[in-house]
């Protein structure tokens, strides 16, 4: 069985750049020695939120979703911006989106969207001792908050009512801690 190897860019062409993404088209040698084009999209990182409000509660979100058409429930979060640290995108979405703020925030996880042509990484906290301190909104937010028990989020995650799958991934993520196995 022959060993995964990395491809040589040949070149890199810049497809269309607007606020959200950029989408580029990449031609790669691949070991064999053919060539191959793949489309990139290039965005920024994601934090998302598991905001714990209690041993045994936590706060999701419901919030339209243009894409699917679909009113969702799911973990809040949002991109990194520009000279923003992960903790301080984890913050600012927190109070922006639920209006809390968490006196610690524990990385739990980080995984890629989809590594075969997205850039970007999510990456999960917990966020624990919760404050009120709301913000604004972003202008584009329509989102219903919703606190819920971690049982009932994960059983609501393994019947696919939440079918978001950053949501169910970072619920698993944070089922050990929620529960108290880990500090």
């Known amino acids: 069985m022959s060993k995964a190897k990395e491809e040589k860019v040949l070149n890199s062409e810049t ?49 339209y979703r243009r894409g699917v058409k679909e009113v969702l429930l799911e973990l809040p979060g949002g991109k990194v911006r520009v000279g923003e640290s992960e903790e301080e995108a984890a913050n600012r979405e927190l109070e922006e989106e639920v209006g809390y703020k968490a006196e610690k925030l524990v990385k739990i996880g980080e995984n890629y969207i989809a590594p075969s042509w997205v850039t970007s990484r999510r990456i999960f906290f917990l966020a ?27 059983a609501k995650a393994q019947s696919s ?23």
Not at 131 to 148: F, G, R, S, Y
Not at 168 to 173: D, R
């Open 128 to 154: 624990r001792g919760l404050t009120e301190n709301p913000k604004a909104p972003d202008l584009d937010e329509n989102i219903e908050i919703v606190k819920i028990s971690l049982q009932e989020a994960l």
């Open 161 to 183: 009512k939440i079918k978001d799958s950053k949501s169910v991934l970072g619920l698993l993520l944070a089922k050990d801690y929620l529960r108290g196995s880990t500090p």
């Open 15 to 63: 497809i269309f750049e607007g606020e959200e993404f950029k989408l580029r088209r990449d031609t790669v040698e691949l070991p064999s020695g053919k060539t191959w084009e793949q489309p990139i999209v290039e965005r920024p990182d994601e934090v998302i939120l598991i905001p714990q409000v209690s041993d045994t509660e936590i706060i999701m979100i419901r919030q």
